[in-house]
């Protein structure tokens, strides 16, 4: 099964940017829909973005517009480029496929919008 690691979180300013990265072992992720997985305190984790093999991305209404997600499948690795970050983003970000599976979640990263 995929092995996912994520990088790239940290406290930004409202209106601020960030870019996660998440680098895969084991599995080719060219083969998956990929997506970036948030949970914010108290609340249930969500799916806010995805690409499928052949690049189609969805966005959750939330981060429409907002955020963009790509891969790089030279690297077997998948971006979620944040703009315009708003408080309400906060929370730890995870990458997974499309469903999920539970065993490949990593430790995740945090994203903390502040002021």
């Known amino acids: 099964q995929v092995q996912l690691v994520e990088s790239g979180g940290g406290l930004v300013h409202p209106g601020g940017s960030l870019r996660l990265s998440c680098v895969a072992s084991?599995?080719?992720?060219?083969?998956?829909?990929m997506g970036w997985y948030r949970q914010a305190p108290g609340k249930q984790r969500e799916l806010v973005a995805s690409?499928?093999?052949?690049?189609?991305?969805y966005y959750g209404d939330s981060v429409k517009g907002r955020f963009t997600i790509s891969r790089d499948s030279t690297k077997n690795t998948v971006y979620l480029q944040m703009n315009g970050l708003e408080p309400e983003d906060t929370a730890v970000y995870y990458c997974?496929?499309?469903?999920?599976?539970?065993?490949?979640w990593g430790q995740g990263t945090q994203v903390t919008v502040s002021s």
């Open positions: 997974n496929t499309v469903p999920p599976v539970v065993n490949s």
């Open positions: 084991r599995s080719r992720i060219a083969l998956y829909t």
């Open positions: 690409i499928t093999p052949n690049s189609r991305t």
